[in-house]
Nanobody, 123 residues
Framework: VQLQASGGGSVQAGGSLRLSCATS????????IGWLRQAPGKEREFVAA????????DYADSVKGRFTISRDNARNTVYLQMNNLKPEDAARYYC?????????????????WGQGTLVTVSS
């Protein structure tokens, strides 16, 4: 299972970025896909997830109303649209795949991980 995260960069507070997680067709239709992040010196934390059918989504309270997770069935890609970014959103963002029907939050429930993409937010 391969997951390729991209789209990170450096923005000012209040700005936007869209992260992409590209994968194979088999992975796309088999696994729930999530975005998790890890800032220096902190534990990896859940950000958002979307079920393999795209029916269910879940968000961390800290990003609700600002981030949107979505799936592009034609491109086998999961996106994370991040708006109104705050300095505390700065981290390396990972997309990960969980062999579960429902959305999951805890990092240990994800079976496969991509390499991550770095997001920097300046105040």
């Amino acid at each position: 299972v391969q997951l390729q995260a991209s789209g990170g960069g450096s923005v000012q507070a209040g700005g936007s970025l869209r992260l992409s997680c590209a994968t194979s067709r088999r992975t796309f239709i088999t696994y729930t896909i999530g975005w998790l992040r890890q800032a220096p010196g902190k534990e990896r934390e859940f950000v958002a997830a979307i079920s393999k059918g795209g029916i269910s989504t879940d968000y961390a309270d800290s990003v609700k109303g600002r981030f949107t997770i979505s799936r592009d069935n034609a491109r086998n890609t999961v996106y994370l649209q991040m708006n109104n970014l705050k300095p505390e959103d700065a981290a390396r963002y990972y997309c990960a795949a969980a062999n579960r029907i429902e959305v999951v939050r805890t990092p240990w429930e994800y079976n496969y991980w991509g390499q991550g993409t770095l997001v920097t937010v300046s105040s």
